[in-house]
């Protein structure tokens, strides 16, 4: 009987975004998370003496600041090196040969797979054979699993690849394959890297994406970690997922349909924000809140959105270790017969006007010729990154129009019919 561990995209020293411009924000929890979250690797792989770890791809996010980072993974690779576990590398997009300039000597029971060819390595005293190979450069668009060779018989076979399969979305498709070609191989264990998200593609063989080890941002919510195997007389008779990540973040979508003051409003949130602190167990929670439903209150959250903003952080702050990234206003106003029907005044005549409203991006630079000289002008982490301003996709463009648009209509309605 022997175990290993099974770890991907820990992105080293990556920085956490999306709460860094909040004053309350835990900044040291942000700083520290990739490498308190391996450490939680680290110290599993020893609580539960394993044989072997595996690491595929992405260990590092980028080429090094400075020698800090490399001297941490060294101290922990020193560290199960005294413990008598081995660790087999892989190199993904982002620590590809080419990207990670900078070099630092490893102790002898960490091994890196070439990156020029598929290699095979023989653990002879548990009878196990490991293939894999390194990522050359960043983007790998070639099919790598074609060049790793059949199952040797008598050994329990592992494919080490870092890949995005057929593709995953969010995810650049890199060292392309499918599932076909990988059960072809006749091994007994896929450990696959580069989907953050835990997927158990198939179990005859095990296909295993473990997911990162800790998010690090609001498109990577929920619990992240490694994959546990345990393999008894040549199969695997366990593969159970542990928890490793330090941090979490969470979407927390809250139906306000029945909220018809704001007391219950600070209340249904309150509420959703308790049941997200229990699910975290302890962990710091980063929550970004969905607002939905359709809402009797929708047009004053519509008019003061900042100030709702930083009473629903007060909530938060109020639970302990809950951050909130953001609020997303998605609520829709209740219906109304008296205004919606088919009356001719000024006032419906405005409503129908709002309704048939439309925009995409080159249209809305158009109606504002200001906007393109503006968004030329923001900060790269403004302007770009997970958000961007003046996103031209449709699925912005359409939440932008719809929030102009329930705006528009409620400040008419407040206000009356035009004199």
Not at 75 to 84: I, P, Q
Not at 306 to 312: C, K, Y
């Amino acid at each position: 009987m022997f175990r290993f561990l099974h770890t991907a995209d820990i992105h080293l020293d990556s920085p956490l975004k999306g709460l860094e411009a909040h004053a309350d924000a835990p900044v040291e929890e942000i700083r520290g998370a990739t490498r308190r979250a391996f450490d939680n690797c680290i110290d599993l792989a020893i609580d539960e003496a394993v044989d072997f770890l595996l690491i595929a791809g992405d260990l590092y996010d980028v080429d090094w600041k400075d020698y800090n980072t490399g001297l941490f993974f060294a101290g922990r690779m020193g560290k199960l090196h005294r413990a008598g576990i081995a660790v087999f590398i892989v190199s993904g997009n982002h620590d590809a040969a080419n990207q990670i300039t900078k070099t630092m000597p490893l102790p002898d029971n960490v091994t890196l797979f070439s990156a020029q060819k598929a290699q095979s390595i023989r653990l002879e005293t548990l009878g196990v054979i490991i293939h894999g190979r390194s990522y050359p450069s960043r983007a790998v668009t070639e099919n790598l699993a074609l060049q790793y060779p059949p199952c040797q018989p008598g050994y329990f076979n592992i494919g080490l690849l870092h890949t995005s399969l057929t593709g995953r979305q969010g995810h650049e498709e890199y060292a392309p394959c499918t599932l076909d070609e990988l059960q072809s191989k006749g091994y007994d264990y896929w450990a696959l890297g580069h989907v953050h998200k835990r997927e158990v593609v198939a179990d005859d063989p095990w296909i295993v994406f473990p997911g990162n080890i800790q998010g690090r941002h609001i498109r990577e919510t929920g619990a992240k970690g490694a994959t546990l195997i345990t393999v008894e007389d040549g199969r695997i008779t366990d593969v159970r997922e542990h928890q490793l990540d330090v941090l979490r973040w969470t979407g927390c979508e809250v139906d306000l349909s029945h909220c018809d003051t704001a007391q219950r409003v600070y209340d249904v949130v309150r509420q959703a924000f308790e049941i997200e602190h229990i699910e975290a167990d302890g962990r710091p929670l980063a929550l970004r809140l969905i607002l939905t439903g359709q809402c009797p209150v929708h047009t004053l959250l519509l008019e003061r959105t900042a100030q709702w903003t930083e009473e629903f952080r007060g909530i938060g702050a109020g639970l302990g270790n809950l951050w909130l990234e953001k609020v997303k206003f998605r609520t829709t106003r209740p219906i109304d017969p008296d205004v919606s029907g088919a009356g001719d005044t000024a006032l419906t005549g405005l409503l129908h006007s709002i309704e048939q409203f439309e925009f995409d991006g080159e249209t809305l630079v158009e109606l504002v010729p200001e906007l393109a000289s503006l968004n030329n002008k923001l900060p790269a982490e403004i302007s770009g990154g997970d958000e961007p301003f003046l996103a031209s996709f449709p699925e912005k463009i359409s939440e932008l129009r719809s929030q102009v648009q329930e705006l528009l209509r409620a400040r008419l309605l407040r206000h009356g019919e035009p004199k």
